[in-house]
């Protein structure tokens, strides 16, 4: 079961333009992750923003998270093709085993397709 | 720079033969990571293990599929008979234990190893 649900499920610009992704959860959670992966290869770890986070820059990404929507985006400014990939939302929670063993568990989201055109 | 590494890349069976796959994390980490990833979705956890003890199953399709990880290094998932449904990419993560002063949440992904089951 997946908990986050990404929006658009694809999204097609120009070189040059800026892209915005956005995912929306249903649980409470401890940090929210953005991954890229390029097709047919392994996921890359972007940026995480924690839950008493609202807004947190890297480079040319930029993340958002509005826990009382349940709901983050992620703004790629300045598109460049080389940023043509699959864009994941993940929530991490935290949970427990029958032991009593605390764990991270980190959920991803469908995914959003991004193709930038040169 | 350090990576997970997995084996084999791609792998192509027969319904109802055995499958395994190999994962080496990162040097020091403690937790691992087995996802599933059907093509056009996103990844789904499959077995989480903290040192060498499964703290997460509740996906792994028990009656078919098996993971272990002796020594709390390495580790090896296993799929006895394999299925058409089980075409799809098996990818492998790590990250420090979330004990460690060290933990950021950030997973690191192997490449993935892509089954097609015939």
């Known amino acids: 079961s997946q908990q986050g649900e990404e929006d658009p499920q694809a999204l097609s610009i120009q070189e040059g333009e800026n892209a915005t992704m956005n995912c929306s959860y249903k649980?409470?959670?401890?940090?929210l992750q953005w991954y890229r992966q390029n097709s047919g290869r392994g996921l890359v770890h972007l940026i995480l923003?924690?839950?008493?986070?609202r807004e947190k820059h890297s480079g040319r990404l930029r993340v958002t998270l509005d826990t009382s929507k349940k709901s983050s985006s992620l703004l790629i400014t300045a598109s460049r093709a080389a940023d043509t990939a699959s864009y994941f939302c993940?929530?991490?929670?935290?949970?427990?085993?029958?032991?009593?063993?605390?764990?991270?568990?980190?959920?991803f989201g469908q995914g959003t397709i991004l193709t930038v055109h040169p | 720079e350090a990576e997970v590494a997995q084996s084999p890349r791609y792998k192509i069976t027969e319904k109802s033969q055995a499958v395994a796959f190999w994962c080496d994390p990162i040097?020091?980490?403690?937790?691992l990571y087995w996802y599933r990833q059907i093509l056009g979705q996103g990844p789904e956890l499959l077995v989480q293990?903290?040192?060498?003890?499964?703290?997460?199953d509740s996906q792994l399709p028990k009656d078919r599929f098996s993971a272990e990880r002796l020594k709390g290094v390495d580790s090896t998932l296993k799929i006895q008979p394999a299925e058409l449904g089980d075409s799809a990419m098996y990818l492998c993560?790590?990250?420090?234990?979330?004990?460690?002063?060290?933990?950021?949440?950030?997973?690191?992904f192997g490449e993935g190893s892509r089954l097609t089951v015939l």
């Open positions: 993940a929530t991490s929670r935290v949970e427990g085993d029958a032991g009593g063993t605390s764990y991270g568990k980190l959920t």
């Open positions: 649980t409470s959670i401890n940090n």
């Open positions: 923003i924690r839950s008493n986070e």
């Open positions: 040097s020091g980490h403690a937790t």
């Open positions: 293990f903290q040192d060498e003890s499964v703290v997460d």
């Open positions: 993560a790590s990250s420090t234990g979330q004990g460690s002063h060290a933990w950021t949440g950030e997973l690191f």
